[in-house]
């Protein structure tokens, strides 16, 4: 079970840390992602990073603003978001999957486990 928290009302070039609580002993060997979703639109793959967490993933049009880590003595992965844009407006789901592959990463369909949402709101 995943915990997602973090979210809010920011300005534009704001940060915001999201973090995601996952229950159970085993956190360390899931690969664990961001996504996102705006209304009217689809969910998006935001960052993730494969359980080693030597190399992180991320969507184009996060890259260079938004930074995931884990931290698996706490069962927990963050997306820190600097550089907030009014685009980057909606629900940010975590999730987490044991046996992902990498052509599989950024495909919201393919993860297993997934968090409540946190809603970030941007205004300009």
């Known amino acids: 079970q995943l915990q997602a928290s973090g979210g809010g009302l920011v300005q534009a070039g704001d940060s915001l840390r999201l973090s995601c609580v996952a229950s159970?002993?085993?956190?360390?060997?899931?690969?664990v992602g961001w996504f996102r979703q705006a209304p009217g639109k689809e969910r998006e793959f935001v960052a993730a990073l494969r359980r080693s967490g030597q190399t992180a993933y991320y969507g184009e049009s996060v890259k260079g603003r938004f930074t995931i880590s884990r931290d698996n003595a706490k069962s927990a992965a963050y997306l820190q978001m600097n550089g907030l844009k009014r685009e980057d407006t909606a629900v940010y789901y975590c999730?987490?999957?044991?046996?992902?592959?990498?052509?599989?990463?950024?495909?919201?369909?393919?993860?297993?486990?997934w968090g409540q949402g946190t809603l970030v709101t941007v205004s300009s």
């Open positions: 999730a987490a999957d044991r046996s992902l592959l990498l052509s599989s990463i950024r495909n919201a369909d393919d993860w297993d486990h």
């Open positions: 159970g002993p085993t956190f360390s060997v899931y690969a």
